[in-house]
């Protein structure tokens, strides 16, 4: 096999992959076509990428980053004119920027150039100001950025950049054992919305259209957390705070809605959040991440699936995050997982069940799966990371390292196929 041929077979597998790997057909934000995802075509994705990638060791990491930046072309192609490519080639919010903590004389500056105020705020509960301008119908998001910077160097300007949820889901069922780990623990988390049968109390908030509305996506999140039906979760009964950032809009995942998110579970005392969404840097992200880690919140957040090749995924590289891998059933790191700019554990990620929106326990694979229970694995130590360490099972080579962090946790906490 030509080395030519192969990479051409391997993106050929992965861009078919990632157009039906995303577990919210209703959420047209995320990368792919909308359609239902069938529990053979799953587990053909698990294959084809897995065993492509086995008979070609020698090609290089960036067949997956070339796959992501498809994907990316065929978001904006298929949004409708929601969602266009910043000045870094990243999906956001289509015909408007964001800035971070504005002053006056900065807002009038850009009204001076034709630049709309559509919303000025503050992130409720931590303190962090921004402004969302509609830029002129005459440039494109790329332009107007490049503009902005050159406005206001040392403004923190930027486009309201998409994140996206990670994984893959088929059909799948098996017995659970029972437990009461959870019970009295509360965790947040960020994503789409939650449906049936998850085994602790849910409350939702929506940010974003439509919001809250369930998903499979955020169903599978959260029953890795609380379990339900015959999924165990990583601690069985815990109280979730659900904050959906998708609803049903088109460009749904965006920064300002994840900041918002944010706010709401800050100020709902949320000790662990869990975040398996994947995007690049944003100034107000990182803004509203560090103000609620200033109140105690432990935030959690994957490393993606577009390999490690592809650029530092965010929330999970901010620093003081918990950045997350997946791992198979055999604890082997996921070959399509990402990377962050700091690795702190793995957890299992695929060979294994979740719910989904209809409380059907489906197979799941993505390091989105992985998230939710090193979420919980933190929630029931109390937020002790050194706990968590002391249980965290070392992989690899000796100590922390870069494809597994400090070790595995709640290995033991998949409810497998």
Same mark, same amino acid.
């Given at each position: ?8 077979? +391997? ?89 971070? &903590?504005? &002053? ?23 303190? !962090? ?24 160097? !040392?403004?923190? !300007? ?85 904050? &959906? ?10 920064? !300002? ?95 294994? +069940? ?64």
């Amino acid at each position: 096999m030509t080395m030519r041929f192969a990479l051409t077979l +391997v993106l050929a597998a992965l861009t078919a992959a990632a157009a039906q790997a995303q577990l919210v057909p209703q959420l047209p934000s995320l990368p792919g076509p909308v359609g239902s995802l069938p529990g053979e075509i799953v587990d053909g994705i698990g294959r084809t990428t897995g065993e492509v990638v086995e008979r070609v060791r020698d090609l290089p990491p960036q067949a997956l980053a070339a796959a992501r930046l498809d994907r990316f072309a065929r978001l904006v192609r298929e949004s409708r004119g929601r969602i266009a490519l910043d000045d870094n080639g990243e999906p956001a919010r289509a015909g408007e920027i964001v800035l971070t &903590d504005p &002053d006056a004389a900065t807002l009038s500056l850009f009204a001076g150039r034709g630049y709309r105020l559509i919303e000025q705020a503050e992130v409720e509960g931590l303190g !962090v100001g921004y402004a969302r301008l509609a830029i002129p119908e005459s440039r494109s998001l790329a332009e107007a950025m490049r503009e902005a910077r050159r406005l206001a160097p !040392v403004a923190a !300007v930027s486009a309201d950049v998409l994140h996206f949820e990670s994984g893959g889901l088929g059909t799948a069922a098996q017995e659970a054992r029972a437990s009461a780990a959870g019970k009295g623990i509360v965790v947040g988390m960020i994503d789409s919305g939650v449906g049936r049968g998850v085994g602790g109390p849910v409350r939702q908030q929506g940010f974003a259209a439509g919001a809250p509305r369930p998903s499979d996506h955020g169903t599978a999140v959260a029953s890795l957390i609380a379990g339900g039906g015959p999924v165990r979760g990583g601690a069985p009964g815990a109280g979730l705070l659900v904050a &959906d950032v998708y609803g049903g809009d088109r460009a749904g995942g965006s920064a !300002v809605a994840i900041a918002r998110a944010l706010g709401w579970l800050a100020g709902e005392r949320a000790p662990v959040v869990a975040i398996s969404l994947v995007g690049p840097p944003n100034p107000l992200l990182a803004r509203t991440v560090a103000a609620a880690q200033t109140r105690g919140m432990v935030i959690v957040a994957a490393v993606g699936n577009d390999g490690p090749a592809a650029p530092p995924a965010y929330p999970a590289s901010y620093p003081g995050v918990v950045a997350v891998t997946g791992v198979d059933g055999r604890g082997r790191a996921l070959i399509e997982a990402g990377r962050a700019a700091h690795l702190d554990y793995a957890a299992p990620g695929a060979d294994m +069940v979740a719910l989904d929106a209809r409380g059907r326990a489906r197979r799941v694979r993505g390091t989105s799966f992985a998230v939710p229970l090193v979420a919980a694995a933190i929630a029931r130590a109390g937020g002790r990371l050194a706990a968590v360490d002391a249980a965290a099972k070392d992989l690899g080579t000796r100590g922390p390292d870069p494809v597994y962090g400090r070790g595995l946790v709640c290995g033991d906490c998949a409810t497998r196929k």
